[in-house]
């Protein structure tokens, strides 16, 4: 699926490139036009035309080179996607440089070098200013389109052909054609001229996209932090709330406890068979309810449970919509009971297994649930081929609030909490595009089991 | 910053081309004739390209201004050279000029070559004129100008241009006067003591 991403883009940035380097064998109208003005301002003797000329020979490898450089920049990104990086832009300038020989070549032109190397130094300087936003590629090739109309003008200027620039046919001719019409005076002044404004044209443009989209991420910056407040506030009364129902929860035992014992009493006063077996099921009710509350305020409450049993809880309890992706379960037989808060435990694995679908969101591929006995506990392996994790935020991911998928960030956080409790230990391993990995280790037998587990 | 180092790099490569370039293209002066010390050569002469480049039809306005009579025939035949006294070729490639004529650059050298013969069969002077200087010295150009140094009477170039030398030697070695200019305007004088 990724691979095939790469094969399209890269099909798109040879096609860019070979379009730029055929681009002379179907413009022949137009060469033949730019030929014959040449040779017709001379015999007019006007510098006008001559000038007009020169403007469309620019034009014409305008659109040559820019074909090649949006090419070269398609094809250099497949294989970094940084554009400040310096093997990005070593690969962007050698297909640059390689296709203008190839185009030399091809065509048996003198095009100078002098002008790329010119180009692509200001552009690789510019774009470090062109802001990464969704309209990045448009503004890349304006900046990219003044940049060469106005660096191309040096072919131009006869001043300038002792250091290797215009060196190629149209260049030369016109540049002849102006030592005769004007002695080299319209082409020194004008082309000059022309490079100048243009130049500094280009870099407007970029200076005020640049603080056009530093104001833009001042504003939105702002109104994150506004949001921020916003959910901060909502996130304390929310907890406010959760305290609430936790001393209703907590109060509902005082009543259960009275309700048990006048039981008893009444267990002990009535003594009929029929009444004795009612007693028995209203007494286990009202067992039940006390375990229930004790689960929702005891985080510690834990009761044996196979792990078949706790899995196909968790399983139960996810909802898998996408045809695409497959989630295969596989659970060692003769596994021992372990220990476990059932309702926080089957959180925090349907959390993993959650993470593990979203990844894998819109490309499909494989979930793998397995289930092992390994050193005196369970080990509960959570694999998926999904986009994986930056190797830069495998730390992150741990504190409360890290998401980059716009989410609450609250899932591996209480993964670790309630893993810990158990005293057991996650660990998480990654390689992006590749698979992620998730090891959750539960011992058979943990320190807390020691403790008194039902607190009341 | 590491991100702005290319850039830097690709920008001190410019300068630093430039002023290699800039050293070859100027070179010691080299001393050839300053004109010739006898007309050599008579009106109306026949002005044709060796290669198609814009250099034949500037030149041609050139002979204009100095009133020499004869005409500009880009793709002149040998058999058009009989009504002649003189062939001027202005050597010159240009890969679209080329293009305006239909003709590989072989076509082009062949269709010179026979001029060259004719004139030489008819004892006709015949004079190279190669004013694209540093900017036209192209291999091509190059070898056209190798090809007919054999059968020429008389040669105006620039002084700057990367085959200078080979230029001076070969001609030294075919007993063929050079002369070397800094500028267009400079090639009036010379050409004008062909005629007169
Ligand atoms: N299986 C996985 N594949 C790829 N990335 C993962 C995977 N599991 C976790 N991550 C990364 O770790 C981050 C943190 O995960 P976590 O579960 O804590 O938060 P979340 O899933 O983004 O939000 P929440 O779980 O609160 O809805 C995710 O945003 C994601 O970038
Ligand atoms: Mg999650």
């Known amino acids: ?456 | 910053m590491k991100k702005y180092s290319l850039a830097a790099f690709l920008l001190f490569l410019c300068v630093g081309v430039m002023l290699v370039n800039q050293r070859t293209s100027e070179g010691e002066k080299m001393n050839t004739w300053p004109n010739l010390p006898a007309p050599i050569g008579e009106a109306p002469m026949l002005i044709t390209s060796a290669g198609q480049a814009t250099e034949g039809k500037v030149f041609s306005f050139i002979t204009k201004d100095l009133h020499l009579e004869g005409d500009y025939r880009p793709r002149a035949l040998a058999s058009d050279l009989y009504d002649y006294s003189t062939l001027v070729i202005v050597a010159g490639y240009s890969p679209h000029g080329l293009n305006q004529t239909y003709r590989s650059i072989k076509e082009e050298k062949k269709r010179v070559h026979r001029l060259l013969h004719e004139a030489e069969r008819s004892s006709i002077p015949t004079i190279l004129i190669h004013m694209g200087g540093a900017a036209r010295d192209d291999e091509i150009t190059w070898s056209i100008m190798e090809e007919s140094m054999h059968h020429l009477d008389y040669v105006i170039g620039f002084r700057e241009m990367k085959q200078k030398k080979e230029l001076v030697k070969l001609a030294d070695d075919y007993d063929v006067p050079v002369t070397l200019v800094d500028e267009m305007e400079d090639l009036r004088t010379p050409f004008n003591s062909v005629f007169r």
């Open chain 1, 1 to 456: 699926m990724y691979d095939d991403r790469r094969i399209a883009i890269g099909a798109v940035g040879a096609f860019l490139l070979l379009i730029g380097l055929l681009l002379p064998t179907y413009t022949t109208d137009w060469t033949s036009w730019l030929y014959e003005n040449i040779e017709w301002s001379l015999q007019s003797n006007d510098s006008g035309r001559l000038m007009i000329t020169a403007l469309s020979y620019i034009s014409w490898y305008l659109m040559t080179f820019l074909f090649i450089y949006l090419g070269g920049m398609v094809l250099a990104n497949i294989f970094a996607r940084d554009h400040s990086s310096l093997l990005y832009q070593g690969l962007f300038v050698l297909i640059v440089l390689g296709s203008v020989y190839a185009f030399n070549e091809l065509y048996n032109e003198h095009y100078s070098y002098l002008i790329h190397l010119l180009v692509l130094s200001i552009l690789l300087f510019l774009q470090n200013f062109i802001p990464q936003q969704k309209y990045f590629y448009i503004m890349y090739i304006v900046i990219l389109a003044f940049i060469l109309f106005s660096v191309q003008w040096l072919n131009l200027i006869p001043g300038m052909t002792k250091f290797g620039f215009g060196s190629d046919d149209f260049a030369v001719s016109i540049k002849l054609a102006d030592e005769y019409l004007t002695d080299h005076i319209l082409f020194n002044t004008l082309s000059t001229i022309l490079f100048g404004v243009f130049f500094v044209i280009a870099i407007i443009v970029t200076t005020i996209l640049h603080l056009y989209s530093k104001q833009v991420m001042i504003s939105r910056q702002f109104q994150e932090q506004t949001q921020e407040l916003k959910e901060t506030r909502g996130a304390l009364i929310e907890t406010n709330v959760y305290k609430e129902i936790h001393s209703l929860v907590h109060d509902l035992k005082t009543p259960l406890v009275t309700v048990e014992g006048l039981l008893s009493l009444l267990a002990m006063k009535i003594q009929d068979t029929k009444s004795q077996a009612y007693f028995h099921k209203i007494n286990g009710s009202i067992e039940k309810m006390k375990d229930m509350v004790s689960e929702i305020l005891y985080e510690e409450t834990k009761r044996a449970l196979h792990v078949q049993e706790l899995i196909n809880y968790v399983v139960s309890h996810i909802s898998l919509d996408d045809p695409n992706i497959d989630l295969k379960v596989k659970v060692e037989d003769d596994l021992p009971m372990v220990r476990v808060n059932k309702i926080r435990m089957s959180r925090a694995i349907s959390n993993v297994v959650e993470n593990a679908i979203l990844s894998l969101q819109g490309e499909g591929g494989e979930v793998n649930v397995r289930c092992q006995e390994s050193d005196e506990g369970v080990l509960i392996t959570v694999q998926d081929d999904g986009m994986g994790i930056d190797a830069a935020y495998l730390e992150d991911i741990w504190e409360e609030g890290f998401s980059t998928k716009d989410s609450s960030g609250i899932g591996l956080p209480f993964v670790k909490n309630v893993i810990h409790q158990h005293g057991g230990t996650v660990q998480i391993e990654s390689e992006p595009q590749v698979y992620t990995r998730v090891d959750m280790f539960i011992p058979f037998q943990s320190k807390e089991d020691n403790k008194d587990d039902s607190r009341h």
